[in-house]
């Protein structure tokens, strides 16, 4: 059986970008996290420790969103990496990092990147 942890839609408030302004008057970021992980024990047990916990995941997310980047490339791949590090049970992780309102002279919702990491334990 094939199971996901997602986290749609979080809106964090960063301080990620190239030009200086950016790091200093920060923006809207929206995150995507879907996480593949073999939640069956979870799903017989209903016990906690048997799962990740979404708010233990919001928690890294939170931290690494806090620090900032030029690129959202960055931020995305230091949000997999902790994920990856922390939590032995991941088998995969995609995630989409998106600026609101990027300073580029186009009208658009956003500007995103997504990175997808699968690997076998």
Same mark, same amino acid.
């Given at each position: %059986?094939?199971?996901?942890? @997602?986290? #749609?839609?979080?809106?964090?408030?960063? +301080?990620?970008?190239?030009?200086?302004? !950016?790091?200093?008057?920060?923006? !809207?970021?929206?995150?995507?996290?879907?996480?593949?992980?073999? @939640?069956?024990?979870?799903? +017989?047990?209903?016990?906690?420790?048997?799962?990740?916990?979404?708010?233990?995941?919001?928690?890294? $997310? &939170? &931290? !690494? $969103? #806090?620090?900032?980047?030029?690129?959202? !490339?960055?931020?995305?791949?230091?949000?997999? *990496?902790?994920?990856?590090? &922390?939590?032995? %049970?991941?088998?995969?992780? #995609?995630?989409?990092?998106?600026? *609101?309102?990027?300073? %580029?002279?186009?009208?658009?919702?956003?500007?995103?990147?997504? @990175?997808?990491? #699968?690997?076998? *334990?």
């Amino acid at each position: %059986m094939k199971s996901y942890i @997602l986290l #749609e839609n979080v809106v964090f408030f960063a +301080y990620h970008g190239v030009l200086p302004q !950016e790091t200093k008057v920060g923006n !809207e970021y929206i995150v995507n996290l879907r996480i593949g992980v073999d @939640l069956s024990k979870a799903a +017989y047990s209903d016990q906690l420790d048997d799962t990740i916990s979404y708010a233990d995941i919001y928690a890294d $997310m &939170k &931290k !690494e $969103m #806090e620090i900032p980047s030029k690129l959202l !490339e960055n931020v995305a791949y230091r949000i997999i *990496r902790r994920l990856k590090e &922390k939590y032995k %049970m991941i088998e995969s992780i #995609e995630i989409k990092v998106a600026k *609101r309102n990027p300073p %580029m002279g186009a009208k658009l919702d956003c500007a995103a990147v997504v @990175l997808k990491d #699968e690997w076998n *334990r």
